[in-house]
């Protein structure tokens, strides 16, 4: 745990969020600023700080938040597909110093 960092204390159970998914690596929650009908991430529960800092021994744990995307994103509605957004660093508007993987969908999607 990261003292001050705001994903490691909803990890902790610390601060509150609206968690649709938690295991003994992974937590899911609904994004507070939503951004269209349905945004939620999924954390690894230990704290990496951003892509960048990931390392090969979190290869399964990579592996593990992609495949585990498709499963949430239906249960949460979306049939149709959705958005898997990574912001890495402050080049990368990255605000939650705290890997997460944003899950976006519902709303008309602009294609990148
Ligand atoms: P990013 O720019 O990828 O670092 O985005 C951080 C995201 O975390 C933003 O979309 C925020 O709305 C979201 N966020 C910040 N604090 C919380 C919180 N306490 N619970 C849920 N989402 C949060
Ligand atoms: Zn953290």
Do not use: W
Not at 23 to 33: C, G
Not at 35 to 48: G, Q, S
Not at 87 to 108: A, C, F, P
């Amino acid at each position: 745990m990261s003292e001050d960092c705001i994903f490691c204390k909803i990890v902790a159970g610390e601060i509150p969020a609206k968690k649709i998914y938690e295991d003994s690596d992974l937590i899911a929650f609904h994004d507070i600023h939503p951004v269209a009908p349905v945004h939620f991430m999924i954390v690894p529960k230990e704290h990496i700080g951003s892509l960048a800092d990931a390392q090969a021994r979190h290869e399964m744990l990579l592996g593990r938040i992609l495949l585990l995307a498709p499963v949430l994103a239906k249960e949460q509605g979306l049939h149709e597909g959705f958005r898997t957004i990574i912001n890495t660093g402050k080049g990368g508007g990255q605000e939650v110093m705290h890997l997460h993987v944003h899950i976006i969908g519902g709303g008309s999607q602009r294609a990148m």
